[in-house]
């Protein structure tokens, strides 16, 4: 089984920043897309930031050139780097890795539990 593990959440000021990881335990055979979501209470869970196996990325508008998204593919780790935090990104933020567990096994998502970040004013 594959459980990707968050950490790296807090509470920051606004204009600070911080840093994301997620690390995927368990035995994996590959890893395609890495990304981030976030959800903020009373709202849908949103994608954040996606990066591909190859390396291209996605970024969502609301975050764009403030998040960047990185993976090491040696460490099955995705990080998160959040510069010029605001209120608003105030969500738990989620971790989603896309892979399989065996050369011929399908491709599954693997959601992580999620961790907090409060950002004051």
């Known amino acids: 089984q594959v459980q990707p593990v968050e950490s790296g959440g807090g509470l920051v000021q606004a204009g600070g920043s911080l840093r994301l990881s997620c690390a995927a335990s368990g035995s994996i055979f590959s890893i395609n897309a890495m990304s981030w979501y976030r959800q903020a209470p009373g709202k849908q869970r949103d994608l954040v930031a996606l990066i591909r196996s190859g390396g291209s990325t996605d970024i969502a508008d609301s975050v764009k050139g403030r998040f960047t998204i990185s993976r090491d593919n040696a460490k099955n780790t995705v990080y998160l780097q959040m510069n010029s935090l605001k209120p608003e990104d105030t969500a738990v933020y989620f971790c989603?890795?896309?892979?399989?567990?065996?050369?011929?096994?399908?491709?599954?998502?693997?959601w992580g539990q999620g961790t907090q970040v409060t950002v004051s004013s």
């Open positions: 989603k890795i896309n892979g399989r567990v065996q050369r011929l096994a399908l491709s599954k998502d693997y």
